[in-house]
């Protein structure tokens, strides 16, 4: 047996492994992780739209920061896959217009440890699995998956969380309209310390007033429009 078929065969595992554990049947067929991001884009079209723009302004935010290139690359990779463990979450979930249940909220907060799973058995390097993991980690410590806090924290998950938010902010979503980029930008301030790191919102916010988020989105929003017929929509 080589060693990619190995390594499908652990995938199958791992992700058999966490639907068991929400008593979820896995889809069929899904081994790799081209397959895994194709089935998730069919799931939930927007997905590729809202990760693309996520890689855009984490590369507006770090341009901002001390980071060295070799760190902003894994930064960039890690942005572009931080919602494959996504593939777990079922499509009525994911487009549901009103309050999550509590149980639908746990399989939600679970697709950091789907990810990490998947693309662990994958080969993929630690260092760019680490900044997905971490990426819905709160500042204060009352984020998910493990509640770490503070700079235990990578740097590289909590440009991917500010990043991550700023969009999902600024785009619709099943249950409310979008925010304002000046709306969005106001609440992450309000958020920094809390949700978020201080220094990435104000890196982000030094990245506004030079126009960067604007320019970002508007570049984006034309690549979706010519690519895709759908509505922009993320949870």
Same mark, same amino acid.
């Given at each position: 047996?080589?060693?990619?078929?190995?390594?499908?065969?652990?995938?199958?595992?791992?992700?058999?492994?966490?639907?068991? %554990?929400?008593?979820?049947?896995?889809?069929? $067929?899904?081994?790799?992780?081209?397959? =895994?991001?194709?089935?998730?884009?069919?799931?939930?079209?927007?997905?590729?739209?809202?990760?693309?723009?996520?890689?855009? +302004?984490?590369?507006?935010?770090?341009?901002?920061?001390?980071?060295?290139?070799?760190?902003?690359?894994?930064?960039?990779?890690?942005?572009?896959?931080?919602?494959? $463990?996504?593939? $777990?979450?079922?499509?009525?979930?994911?487009?549901?217009? @009103?309050?999550?249940?509590?149980?639908?909220?746990?399989?939600?907060?679970?697709?950091?440890?789907?990810?990490?799973?998947?693309?662990?058995?994958?080969? *993929?390097?630690?260092?760019?699995?680490?900044? =997905? *993991? *971490?990426?819905?980690? #709160?500042?204060?410590?009352?984020? +998910?998956?493990?509640?770490?806090?503070?700079?235990?924290?990578?740097?590289?998950?909590?440009?991917?969380?500010?990043?991550?938010?700023?969009?999902?902010?600024?785009?619709?979503?099943?249950?409310?309209?979008?925010?304002?980029?000046?709306?969005? %930008?106001?609440?992450?301030?309000?958020?920094? @310390?809390?949700?978020?790191?201080?220094?990435?919102?104000?890196?982000?916010?030094?990245? +506004?007033?030079? @126009?960067?988020?604007? %320019?970002?989105?508007?570049?984006?929003?034309?690549?979706?429009?010519?690519? *895709?017929? #759908?509505?922009?929509?993320?949870?």
């Amino acid at each position: 047996m080589n060693r990619r078929t190995k390594g499908r065969i652990a995938v199958c595992h791992a992700v058999c492994r966490i639907f068991d %554990s929400f008593g979820l049947q896995l889809p069929y $067929g899904v081994r790799r992780l081209a397959e =895994i991001v194709e089935e998730l884009e069919q799931k939930f079209p927007c997905n590729r739209a809202h990760s693309d723009r996520v890689v855009e +302004y984490a590369k507006a935010i770090v341009a901002e920061l001390p980071i060295p290139d070799d760190n902003v690359a894994t930064i960039c990779h890690a942005a572009c896959l931080h919602d494959v $463990g996504k593939i $777990g979450i079922p499509g009525e979930i994911l487009r549901k217009p @009103g309050p999550l249940t509590a149980r639908e909220r746990d399989i939600v907060r679970n697709h950091p440890r789907v990810a990490a799973d998947l693309l662990r058995c994958l080969l *993929y390097p630690e260092e760019c699995i680490e900044l =997905i *993991y *971490y990426h819905h980690e #709160w500042f204060n410590g009352h984020g +998910y998956p493990c509640r770490a806090g503070g700079k235990s924290i990578p740097l590289g998950a909590r440009v991917i969380a500010v990043a991550d938010a700023f969009d999902a902010m600024t785009s619709d979503r099943p249950y409310r309209q979008a925010m304002t980029i000046d709306e969005a %930008s106001r609440e992450l301030q309000d958020c920094a @310390g809390s949700q978020f790191d201080p220094e990435v919102v104000e890196a982000l916010t030094r990245a +506004y007033e030079k @126009g960067a988020l604007v %320019s970002q989105r508007n570049h984006q929003d034309r690549i979706v429009h010519d690519r *895709y017929s #759908w509505t922009r929509r993320s949870r």
